[in-house]
């Protein structure tokens, strides 16, 4: 049985579509530029196109970092937060998970600790994780950083009995990194169509599928 589920935050659990979208329209407007309709900002985020390409698209801003500084400076301030909702599904099956005796690793890459904590807590989910693995790091660091932080803060990891959920190759590369059978969902910032190259251990719509293929598989 895997007894232990390292889980990311933003993607597998959280839609944050809404968050993500009124935080790059506010700053193109600020900037002069005119925002992506959200449906065609959306599609090119999950077609990994890179921000420059995607602020020539929006008006022409420039990409000379003040975009940049302005999302990391925002992106996890509170009136922002406020518009994450919980993916369908996922409260009733991080509790199922529980209820089996899975022990729930929440494993994110989030800045603001204090921040992190009280969108957790309002949103009623802090209650089902032995432990929140804040993970500061870079773009470049990332699945690496993810995977030593885990590593350090969580005892007693059995490789043999441990999922790694995730949306992105992030998640598959720290997974593989720690030595876990990975599984990715498509409901996040990647293509379904795209993550199965990856070519994960299971690739599933969301956590809600993700749970009934585990008692398919009876693990």
């Not at 996922?90 to 005796?101: K, P, Y």
């Amino acid at each position: 049985m895997l007894d232990s589920l390292i889980l990311d935050l933003d993607g597998p659990i959280l839609d944050g579509r809404q968050r993500q979208y009124r935080c790059y329209s506010d700053i193109v407007l600020e900037l002069g530029g005119l925002p992506l309709a959200i449906d065609e900002y959306w599609s090119l985020k999950r077609k990994r196109i890179d921000h420059a390409e995607l602020l020539c698209r929006s008006g022409g801003v420039p990409s000379d970092g003040a975009f940049q500084r302005a999302w990391l400076e925002r992106i996890e301030l509170p009136d922002y937060l406020r518009l994450d909702v919980v993916q369908t599904g996922v409260r009733e099956t991080l509790s199922a998970w529980r209820h089996e005796g899975r022990r729930l690793i929440l494993a994110t890459m989030r800045q603001s600790e204090s921040n992190l904590i009280a969108q957790l807590s309002s949103l009623t989910l802090l209650e089902f994780f032995e432990y929140v693995v804040q993970v500061r790091g870079n773009t470049a660091t990332a699945a690496k950083d993810k995977a030593s932080e885990v590593a350090r803060r969580v005892p007693n990891l059995g490789a043999g009995g441990t999922l790694w959920i995730g949306d992105t190759e992030v998640d598959l590369e720290a997974g593989r990194a720690v030595g876990t059978v990975v599984a990715l969902v498509g409901c996040g910032i990647r293509e379904a169509s795209w993550l199965a190259t990856l070519d994960p251990d299971f690739l599933e719509d969301d956590l809600p599928a993700l749970e009934k293929c585990l008692k398919r598989c009876h693990i």
